[in-house]
């Protein structure tokens, strides 16, 4: 029998599920899901540049179109054996120590900053000149050197300390944060504790500023400096990263079953959608490439 795997493509308007045989590549069926919230318009004030989105829009997505999939090709649910998932960033998000977003505990359901940060929020424009100025003049390690060289008010670190500095509330209730992609998988495992999850290395690499070459994440001393609202907050978040193609588990019993799935179909990690688009446009390494064709 064939074998089939699911691809999960969240996007700023609307998440979409594609099923493929692994085998051929043929694309077998497909199903596409708007935020509800985000199609009303919550959360969100442009003029001030703010966009957010509720972990519960995410999760509701995420079971509808993997259903739809699956009903549209009845007989290939118990010949399916992954799951993958890509997703816009950075999109972080607070979370408690379980893992969960603080939009999704009591006191804050309705809490614009306890929700998913989305990509393209930009209120963080103020953070992220500071972490420029502060990269090329501290006397350290310059942490924007493998991602630019500009950081940007779209990643993690602009958005982290731009919502710390104005939500006395999230700031004291967030043990960590975590990106989108990160997340969904982690649910679909059952392992959300901010410490032990897996951590996409696209994520951590373009937006957190984490490269193995200084140990990870920037040093404490440069988040320090920056805002002493984040000392102590690089040990809580992570010092590992792993690629997309590394299993981060299986489905938990409680997904398999809401999905019709088995618990034996593997879940990998989460990455972003427009380097996942790159994969999927077969584009290789440059230097991989040459070398194939003019070998020394």
């Known amino acids: 029998m064939s074998k089939y795997v699911i691809g999960m493509d969240y996007g700023s308007d609307s998440v979409r599920a594609l099923l493929v045989n692994v085998e051929t ?7 596409v899901y708007h935020y509800e919230r985000w199609d009303k318009g919550m959360y969100c004030d442009p003029a001030n540049n703010q966009f957010r989105q509720h972990p519960l829009d995410y999760l509701a997505g995420l079971e509808t179109t ?12 118990e010949n399916v054996i992954g799951i993958s998932v890509d997703t816009t960033g950075s999109t972080p998000v607070a979370v408690n120590k ?74 004291e209730a967030a043990f960590s944060w975590v990106e ?37 994440l920037p040093a404490e001393e440069f988040l320090t400096k920056l805002d002493p609202l984040l000392i102590g ?10 690629t997309a193609e590394v299993k981060v588990g299986n489905l938990t019993e409680e997904w398999a079953s809401k999905l019709g799935l088995s ?27 040459f070398a194939v064709r003019f070998p020394a």
């Not at 590549?25 to 199903?31: T, V, Y």
């Not at 982690?186 to 957190?208: D, E, F, I, Q």
Request: charged fraction near 20%; charge should be negative; include cysteine.
């Open 25 to 31: 590549g043929e694309e077998i069926s497909s199903s």
């Open 66 to 77: 993997i259903k739809a999939v699956l009903a549209a090709a009845p007989a290939v649910a």
């Open 98 to 171: 379980e893992g969960t977003p603080l939009s999704l505990t009591p006191g804050f359901e309705e809490n614009p900053n306890a929700m998913f940060i989305l990509w393209k929020d930009h209120t963080g424009i103020k953070e992220a000149e500071e972490i420029n100025t502060l990269a090329r003049t501290w006397g350290g390690e310059d942490f924007t050197k493998f991602s630019g060289g500009i950081y940007s008010s779209e990643w993690f670190w602009a958005k982290i300390l731009r919502t710390i500095r104005v939500d006395k509330k999230v700031r």
């Open 180 to 216: 989108h992609c990160d997340w969904i998988s982690a649910v679909l495992t059952g392992n959300t504790n901010p410490l032990t999850m897996k951590r996409s290395r696209c994520a951590a690499g373009h937006k957190a500023m984490w490269h193995a070459s200084w140990g990870g």
């Open 233 to 242: 907050l690089r040990e809580r978040l992570y010092t590992n990263t792993d």
């Open 263 to 289: 618990t034996d179909v593997a879940v990998s990690g989460g990455a972003f959608d427009c380097h996942m688009g790159a994969v999927g446009g077969q584009i290789e390494p440059y230097y991989s490439s």
